[in-house]
Protein backbone atom coordinates (compact mmCIF):
# COMPACT_ATOMS: atom_id res chain seq x y z
CA UNK A 1 0.00 0.00 0.00
CA UNK A 2 1.16 3.57 -1.16
CA UNK A 3 1.01 6.55 1.04
CA UNK A 4 -1.43 9.36 -0.10
CA UNK A 5 1.65 11.81 0.90
CA UNK A 6 4.20 9.83 -1.76
CA UNK A 7 1.43 10.14 -4.80
CA UNK A 8 0.48 13.78 -3.74
CA UNK A 9 3.32 15.15 -6.22
CA UNK A 10 2.06 13.29 -8.91
CA UNK A 11 -1.27 14.62 -9.26
CA UNK A 12 0.31 18.25 -8.55
CA UNK A 13 2.74 18.24 -11.11
CA UNK A 14 -0.01 18.24 -14.30
CA UNK A 15 -1.61 20.75 -12.16
CA UNK A 16 1.40 23.36 -11.34
CA UNK A 17 2.51 22.79 -15.29
CA UNK A 18 -1.21 23.91 -16.47
CA UNK A 19 -1.22 27.11 -13.84
CA UNK A 20 0.25 29.41 -16.94
CA UNK A 21 -1.89 28.05 -19.18
CA UNK A 22 -5.31 29.00 -16.99
CA UNK A 23 -3.82 32.41 -15.78
CA UNK A 24 -3.84 33.18 -19.29
CA UNK A 25 -7.35 31.90 -19.90
CA UNK A 26 -8.83 33.79 -16.90
CA UNK A 27 -7.06 37.19 -18.06
CA UNK A 28 -8.53 36.90 -21.42
CA UNK A 29 -11.96 36.50 -20.33
CA UNK A 30 -11.65 39.14 -18.38
CA UNK A 31 -10.19 41.44 -20.85
CA UNK A 32 -12.79 40.58 -22.61
CA UNK A 33 -15.98 42.01 -20.56
CA UNK A 34 -14.00 45.13 -20.02
CA UNK A 35 -13.36 45.31 -24.03
CA UNK A 36 -10.03 44.99 -24.19
CA UNK A 37 -7.39 42.78 -26.12
CA UNK A 38 -5.16 41.14 -23.85
CA UNK A 39 -1.86 39.82 -25.82
CA UNK A 40 0.41 36.65 -23.96
CA UNK A 41 3.74 38.22 -23.03
CA UNK A 42 6.55 36.88 -24.89
CA UNK A 43 8.35 33.80 -23.23
CA UNK A 44 11.85 33.84 -22.84
CA UNK A 45 13.63 30.87 -23.84
CA UNK A 46 15.08 29.28 -20.85
CA UNK A 47 19.01 29.23 -20.31
CA UNK A 48 21.14 27.38 -19.05
CA UNK A 49 22.11 28.11 -15.36
CA UNK A 50 25.47 26.41 -15.53
CA UNK A 51 26.82 28.31 -18.58
CA UNK A 52 26.11 31.89 -18.85
CA UNK A 53 25.41 33.09 -22.53
CA UNK A 54 28.21 35.13 -23.82
CA UNK A 55 27.77 38.71 -25.22
CA UNK A 56 27.67 38.94 -28.85
CA UNK A 57 30.67 41.77 -28.59
CA UNK A 58 32.52 39.42 -26.49
CA UNK A 59 32.28 36.66 -28.28
CA UNK A 60 33.55 38.20 -31.54
CA UNK A 61 36.92 39.83 -29.35
CA UNK A 62 37.81 37.14 -28.27
CA UNK A 63 37.97 35.48 -31.50
CA UNK A 64 40.05 37.85 -32.85
CA UNK A 65 42.40 38.15 -30.43
CA UNK A 66 44.04 35.04 -31.50
CA UNK A 67 44.21 35.65 -34.64
CA UNK A 68 45.41 38.93 -34.73
CA UNK A 69 48.51 37.63 -31.97
CA UNK A 70 48.76 34.51 -34.40
CA UNK A 71 49.00 37.09 -37.42
CA UNK A 72 51.70 39.15 -35.82
CA UNK A 73 53.79 36.41 -34.18
CA UNK A 74 54.38 35.29 -38.38
CA UNK A 75 55.18 39.20 -38.99
CA UNK A 76 57.98 39.14 -36.51
CA UNK A 77 59.26 36.14 -37.87
Known amino acids: MVCL?????????????????LFHLVLGRIYQLFGWE???PERVPPAC??????K?????????KPQSAAAEDKKED
Do not use: H, Q, T
Open 5 to 21: ACLLPLFLIPVVNALPL
Open 56 to 64: KGDEGASES
Open 38 to 40: YRR
Open 49 to 54: PYKPAA
